[in-house]
């Protein structure tokens, strides 16, 4: 038991490595102590089919048909493949998960990547809630960029429920991404 | 220190225990219909009570006598024991085990709480759920999240034993009850989102030593099969049965998991059960038809091998685990008494097989808007004979990953899950809880990291097309396959059937009602508003001459995910999403048993 809490804490260092290592530049820039402030959700660059808010932090960018970019799409696919078992369907919580649609009104970025790297725990008033550590998870920490992008859409209103209606092409970039931090296929 | 305690209370657990076979005090005790001693009632898992205190004409009479709260506010599965005069509950994680003396107003005579790592609670999939504890020979037996298994004694909760039958740090958990057969213990366990190779594992019951373990995938020393002489469909299933149907070594991170209920026939001496989704989710990372994940198994329980086996869904690629109850029933097929085995599956299908041989009888839809499959093959001499005709248009493995398969019904969570049904040998038929949910599914690569989750699929849930429920209630007709009657419910049934010689049969709602239906016509004859969903299963007891029903409640679990969001049809114009309100418009957390008698 103990060495179990000793193993999975040992492992914070190695996730929050990771999260790093896994984040795009941007992050590294933005990389100082979280700002309570949320970032401005104003797409003012891009490269490569991603988008960069005034704070230099990755966004969604919404076309007037609704088609969102490739990175939204993405996030809303893992999202509901990696989140969606506890923190329910389009990030509207579930009985025993924080409805993330709600969360990133507020979460920052940095505070956003350190939770799912990292975990969280809270054990009071009967719940046992316990946010796993994921920072060592390929299938998650491959694409935080792209759900931390769906959801802040989401939070923001930007996007509705369900799948994205459309979307932009899958930039080459991404994809050499993916399968750089994913590794070679099985 | 546990290992200390450990070893000291299996010492004086031999010395203590009796030369009785636990068969023989489950066998005894629940004939018993005054009490409740392993979660499904007896053995053949047929849930039905012959208590008729409360019966059709009454039962509009029924009240609430008592309640409890449990303390812990996650999704209640499993029901409550009544052994004598004491009743036992558990509760979700952490696994609080409570004995209440029904001579005194419930008071707590003993209360057991393991100390477990909370970092097992997000490797459980969905929920913290546990579907309840067993009793035999004086002992109350209880798996917890974290897969230790606990024998208590039933007078002091002392614990007897305990052994670890898995590792959570490898994505290894339970949530499921126990089965004591014999002189053994039989236990499933969790963990197929996180590529586990399951298994199942017999204890000695005295001492918690491990007898022998069966995997439902691998090669034929760990399946326990014999070539020869195991059989599916009346062949022998031949050599290396399991590894020929998996690519390389995918089978040692294959799931097959067994976290659903066991059933045990004394006569035949065969246990019955069902093995969960091969991993991953993406259909197009595992070739071959991944045997024997979802799979219905007949094992001996000496030995653990199987006498035969048969695959429902092979290369699976919706998560339709074949884990749901395997209700033992002895029927006429043809104007022919055949001792049958009963499944509803999470495919949609309605399986009843000859539990002597395993050969197929029926396999007929039990929601008619299944559709990823055509039938399953009854022509016996057909190449797909026992196989589902897949529907390509549904097929995720053929439309490939990054595909979309739209509209396929039922969802992953099945027409039906492991809320268990009941049948009644008065009116022959079967009581089944059933969810009414299609899907959108979309596989993609996913890489594999031990004791991370190994899904790969996205998912959006809706009511099925062309109503605005989400569940029923049936009455199933197992030797025809046909349904017989249907109550319609706002959403799924979550909650294990009772069916009783009163003629009444119960089951929970999502929004907290125990409800009582006339089990010829479906009427409702009775309804109670809990203080929360009801997840748990009905069951009811005998005391001091008077009958009673009791269940957990409880909202969470699976059904916790669509609590809040309630689940929107991607397909229907905006607007529509209203029709299906969510859940939590009607109910909130907190686990409660609530008992109800007639009044005096």
């Known amino acids: 038991m103990t060495d179990f809490v000793q193993k999975t804490s040992g492992r914070l260092v190695l996730a929050a490595l990771a999260a790093l290592a896994l984040a795009t530049p941007a992050y590294a820039e933005a990389d100082k102590p979280a700002s309570d402030k949320p970032a401005s959700d104003k797409a003012v660059s891009s490269q490569d089919g991603k988008y960069f808010d005034a704070n230099g932090e990755p966004t969604y960018k919404i076309g007037p048909d609704g088609k969102v970019d490739w990175y939204t799409y993405s996030g809303f696919q893992r999202y509901s493949a990696e989140c969606l078992r506890c923190h329910g369907p389009d990030g509207m919580g579930s009985s025993y998960a924080p409805a993330l649609a709600n969360s990133l009104k507020t979460l920052s970025y940095a505070d956003f990547l350190s939770t799912v790297a990292n975990g969280r725990k809270n054990l009071e008033n009967g719940q046992e809630k316990v946010m796993p550590t994921l920072g060592l998870d390929k299938n998650v920490m491959c694409f935080i960029d792209d759900i931390y992008i769906y959801l802040k859409a989401r939070s923001d209103d930007a996007v509705g429920r369900g799948r994205p209606p459309a979307k932009e092409p899958k930039p080459k970039t991404w994809e050499d991404g993916v399968n750089a931090c994913m590794g070679p296929p099985s | ?127 913290t759920v546990n579907r309840g504890l067993a009793y035999a020979d004086g002992k109350i037996f209880l798996h917890q999240a974290d897969t230790t298994v606990v024998a208590l004694n039933a007078q002091t909760g002392k614990v007897e034993w305990s052994v670890a039958n898995g590792d959570p740090k490898k994505g290894e958990t339970n949530t499921a009850t126990v089965l004591p057969v014999k002189d053994k213990l039989l236990v499933g366990i969790s963990g197929g989102e996180f590529g586990v190779q399951c298994h199942v594992t017999a204890y000695d019951i005295k001492s918690g030593k491990k007898i022998w373990r069966a995997y439902s995938v691998g090669p034929d020393d760990q399946i326990l099969f014999d070539p020869e002489k195991t059989t599916s469909l009346g062949k022998p299933v031949g050599k290396d049965s399991s590894l020929k149907t998996w690519q390389g070594d995918q089978w040692k991170t294959g799931g097959g998991c067994t976290w659903g209920w066991y059933s045990y026939d004394p006569e035949l001496n065969l246990v019955y059960y069902g093995s969960g989704n091969p991993s991953t989710w993406n259909p197009k990372q595992r070739p071959g038809d991944n045997k024997w994940s979802m799979t219905l198994f007949a094992r001996d329980p000496d030995t653990g091998v199987a006498k035969w086996a048969y695959q429902m869904t092979p290369h699976d690629e919706w998560d339709y685990d074949g884990v749901n109850e395997v209700p033992l029933v002895d029927q006429k097929i043809d104007g022919k008494d055949r001792k049958l085995v009963v499944h509803f599956d999470r495919n949609g299908f309605g399986y009843t097989l000859d539990r002597v041989s395993g050969e197929l009888l029926v396999a007929e839809k039990y929601d ?233």
């Open chain 2, 368 to 600: 008619p808007t299944v559709n990823w499959a055509t039938k399953v093959d009854m022509d016996r001499n057909s190449p797909t004979y026992g196989r589902p005709l897949v529907n390509a248009k549904f097929s995720t493995e053929q439309n490939g990953e990054d595909t979309n398969s739209q509209g396929i019904c039922p969802a992953a969570l099945g027409s039906k899950d492991q809320q268990p049904s009941a049948y009644s040998p008065k009116t022959g038929l079967f009581y089944v809880p059933t969810n009414h949910v299609c899907m959108d599914y979309e596989p993609f690569r996913v890489s594999y990291t031990p004791g991370q989750p190994y899904v790969g699929a996205t998912l959006a849930m809706y009511p099925a097309p062309g109503g605005t429920h989400m569940g029923n209630f049936i009455a199933w007709d197992a030797t025809k396959g046909k349904i017989v009657w249907t109550d319609q419910e706002q959403f799924s049934v979550w909650s294990g059937a009772l069916a009783t010689a009163g003629d009444v049969v119960f089951y929970g709602t999502l929004e907290g009602y125990l409800k009582a239906v006339d089990a010829k016509t479906g009427k409702l004859l009775y309804k109670y508003k809990t203080p929360s969903g009801i997840i748990g299963n009905v069951m009811t007891y005998q005391h001091k001459g008077k009958q009673y029903v009791a269940v957990l409640s409880g909202v969470g679990g699976w059904a916790g995910i669509g609590l809040a969001a309630g689940l929107a049809d991607p397909h229907a114009g905006l607007g529509a999403v209203g029709g299906y309100a969510a859940l939590s418009n009607y109910t909130a957390l907190g686990g409660t048993l609530t008992v109800f008698a007639l009044p005096d």
């Open chain 2, 1 to 127: 220190m546990n290992r200390l305690v450990t070893s000291v209370l299996s010492v004086s657990a031999i010395a203590l225990s009796t030369a009785a076979f636990a068969n023989e005090s489950v066998l005894k005790n629940s004939a018993d219909p005054k009490q409740w001693v392993i979660q499904a009632g007896s053995y053949d898992n047929n849930r039905y009570s012959k208590l008729d205190q409360i019966n059709q004409s009454n039962v509009g009479k029924l009240a609430p006598a008592w309640s409890f709260s449990t303390g812990v506010l996650r999704g209640h599965e499993g029901s409550p024991l009544v052994v004598g005069d004491v009743m036992y509950v558990h509760t979700p994680f952490p696994n609080i085990v409570y004995a209440l003396d029904l001579n005194n107003d419930g008071k707590i005579l003993w209360k057991y709480e393991p100390k477990q790592d909370p970092n097992v609670v997000p490797v459980m999939c969905c929920d």
